[in-house]
């Protein structure tokens, strides 16, 4: 169980998410939706514990300390860098649950179980293209991929389907499905509420504040769809600024 209470994060000295409790349960697969702006992104950095909370606390099972996957935008990487495909997905294995250390090299099954996870996701053939030379859906299939071998019991994605083609997106939401499946925790960043309504049993609706948390069918709709616009059109004028705390993790409960 993954558990909020009364949690404030703050992006560029604002209110990002504003007192917001609840609970992520082990082995369920739920959408964060709401209006450009409402604090999903930062809620996710919050989660991998690169934000700290300015109020109240973010606390993990033991056994999570360390072991979430994280899935950013697209935006967020430069694909100018020359690396190849697998060099990408080879990455997993220096941030899984069962990493390898800092100065230790991957030998010829770390490499076995790269092409397989491209194979999985499907780009056998392609490990030597440069990232530079794949369409999006393409590289966003070498994300995944490397979340294959990250082999995290909670798996958090910003926006993972985001400019991508249909086939694609049905090839990743199959393997969400998978992971569900097998009992991982998924949090998924999401725009398409048709998607949501058809993959994701359970929804947080976002606006700075949270307007609704639970099933989906009960989440999304009418008027809380309607409260969370009117929330994110009138919140920048009101929100006060925010005291930074030192960096901090979320708590680890005993």
Same mark, same amino acid.
């Given at each position: 169980? $993954? ?23 082990? !082995? ?5 939706? &709401? /209006?450009n702006g409402a604090g999903?992104?930062?809620?996710? *950095? !919050? ?14 099972? /033991? ?21 190849? +495909? ?5 990455l997993g294995h220096w941030? &899984? ?10 030998? @010829? ?5 790269? %092409?397989?996870?491209?194979?999985? +996701? &499907? ?28 082999? @995290? ?27 569900? *499946?097998? !009992? ?11 998607? +949501?309504?058809?993959?994701? /049993? ?8 949270? $307007?609704?948390? &639970? ?10 769809? %309607? ?6 059109t009138h919140w920048e ?6 005291? +930074?705390?030192?960096? @901090? ?6």
């Amino acid at each position: 169980m $993954i558990t909020l209470d009364n949690v404030t994060l703050c992006h560029r000295d604002r209110p990002a998410v504003h007192h917001l409790s609840g609970q992520f349960a082990p !082995g369920s697969l739920t959408a964060i939706v &709401g /209006p450009n702006g409402a604090g999903k992104s930062t809620l996710l *950095g !919050g989660l991998m514990g690169r934000i700290a909370p300015s109020t109240g606390q973010i606390s993990l099972p /033991p056994r999570l300390a360390g072991h979430i996957a994280y899935l950013p935008q697209q935006a967020d990487i430069d694909r100018s860098f020359p690396v190849s +495909v697998l060099d990408v997905v080879m990455l997993g294995h220096w941030t &899984g649950p069962g990493r390898l250390g800092a100065w230790r090299a991957a030998g @010829a099954v770390q490499r076995a179980q790269a %092409q397989q996870a491209l194979a999985a +996701v &499907g780009l056998a053939g392609l490990e030597r293209r440069a990232i530079g030379e794949l369409s999006a859906g393409q590289f966003q299939r070498v994300l995944f991929a490397r979340l294959l071998l990250q082999d @995290a019991p909670v798996i958090l994605l910003d926006e993972p389907f985001n400019a991508i083609d249909e086939r694609t997106t049905a090839d990743l939401l199959a393997l969400l499905h998978r992971w569900h *499946g097998e !009992g991982r925790t998924v949090v998924a960043v999401l725009h398409d509420l048709a998607q +949501v309504r058809a993959h994701f /049993p359970r929804t947080l609706l976002l606006a700075r504040e949270p $307007i609704a948390w &639970g099933p989906t069918a009960e989440v999304l709709q009418p008027g809380h769809l %309607q409260r969370a616009s009117l929330q994110a059109t009138h919140w920048e004028a009101q929100a006060p600024w925010c005291e +930074v705390p030192a960096p @901090a993790v979320p708590r680890v409960a005993a």
